[in-house]
């Protein structure tokens, strides 16, 4: 390859195998192409990379778009026939200069996962969110083709938001404006919003000393009848 200390370089075709080596001090190796277009290792951003801007603020930044589009950074696969569990794009975080066994694999990833086989009026596609503690990440929560959300479910299917195990609900209702079907923790007690009003849920003889009832069947029956009479 050739070697470039400084100066412009214009009209040239890098044949395969060639390459360009940028040499100099630091904040002053920059590789700048079409201005704004490109532009590698820019002065006063030593190690960043600028994509529509010559002064990026981080590792990499891109701009782009004049209107209400905003840049756009897209992930692809050249897979030509997407089967079901086939990833399109995959972001992974991990820390790969950190010494031990767990501490420099994948953390947390984000993936785009196709959820059936493609074709001319399929691409039904999951978004998966992935975490570790001690291990390579694995799914916590997904985003189904069909808007629904899963946090500890694989498979959403019955409601747009699935939980395993449970959720915890503050206690107080300060600075909240609740609307029909709000569900509140407040006074000792869960409340569920109608009309103008908040509606104790626990009006139950076998209402427990927290204030919930403790028979999962009556439990139910009290929320389908709640959300029946909004």
Same mark, same amino acid.
């Given at each position: 390859? %050739?070697?470039?200390?400084?100066?412009?370089?214009?009209?040239?075709?890098?044949?395969?195998?060639?390459?360009?080596?940028? =040499?100099?001090?630091?904040?002053?190796?920059?590789?700048?192409?079409?201005?704004? =277009?490109?532009?590698?290792?820019?002065?006063?951003?030593?190690?960043?990379?600028?994509?529509?801007?010559?002064?990026?603020?981080?590792?990499?930044?891109?701009?782009?778009?004049?209107?209400?589009?905003?840049?756009?950074?897209?992930?692809?696969?050249?897979?030509?026939?997407?089967?079901?569990?086939?990833?399109?794009?995959?972001?992974?975080? $991990?820390?790969?200069?950190?010494?031990?066994?767990?501490?420099?694999?994948?953390?947390?990833?984000?993936?785009?996962?196709?959820?059936?086989?493609? %074709?001319?009026?399929?691409?039904?596609?999951?978004?998966?969110?992935?975490?570790?503690?001690?291990?390579?990440?694995?799914?916590?929560?997904?985003?189904?083709?069909?808007?629904?959300?899963?946090?500890?479910?694989?498979?959403?299917?019955?409601?747009?938001?699935?939980?395993?195990?449970?959720?915890?609900?503050?206690?107080?209702?300060?600075?909240?404006?609740?609307?029909?079907?709000?569900?509140?923790?407040?006074?000792?007690?869960?409340?569920? $919003?109608?009309?103008?009003?908040?509606?104790?849920?626990?009006?139950?003889?076998?209402?427990?000393?927290?204030?919930?009832?403790?028979?999962?069947?009556?439990?139910?029956?009290?929320?389908?009848?709640?959300? $029946?009479?909004?």
């Amino acid at each position: 390859g %050739s070697a470039i200390d400084g100066g412009v370089i214009s009209n040239v075709d890098i044949e395969d195998g060639g390459d360009i080596t940028l =040499t100099g001090t630091v904040n002053t190796d920059k590789l700048i192409v079409d201005t704004t =277009t490109l532009v590698v290792n820019p002065s006063g951003h030593d190690g960043e990379v600028g994509i529509g801007t010559a002064t990026p603020i981080s590792a990499l930044e891109i701009q782009d778009g004049v209107t209400t589009g905003g840049a756009i950074l897209t992930l692809g696969t050249k897979e030509p026939s997407v089967d079901t569990n086939d990833v399109l794009g995959r972001i992974n975080f $991990y820390a790969p200069l950190d010494t031990g066994v767990d501490s420099d694999i994948v953390g947390a990833s984000i993936a785009a996962v196709a959820q059936d086989t493609f %074709s001319d009026t399929v691409n039904s596609t999951a978004l998966v969110f992935q975490t570790g503690a001690s291990e390579v990440a694995t799914t916590k929560m997904i985003i189904d083709e069909a808007g629904r959300v899963g946090i500890g479910v694989a498979a959403p299917a019955m409601q747009n938001l699935e939980v395993n195990t449970g959720i915890l609900l503050g206690d107080g209702d300060t600075g909240l404006t609740p609307v029909n079907g709000s569900i509140s923790y407040h006074g000792g007690a869960f409340h569920g $919003y109608k009309g103008d009003d908040w509606v104790a849920l626990d009006a139950s003889p076998s209402a427990s000393a927290a204030g919930w009832s403790n028979d999962p069947v009556e439990l139910m029956i009290l929320l389908m009848a709640f959300f $029946y009479k909004l």
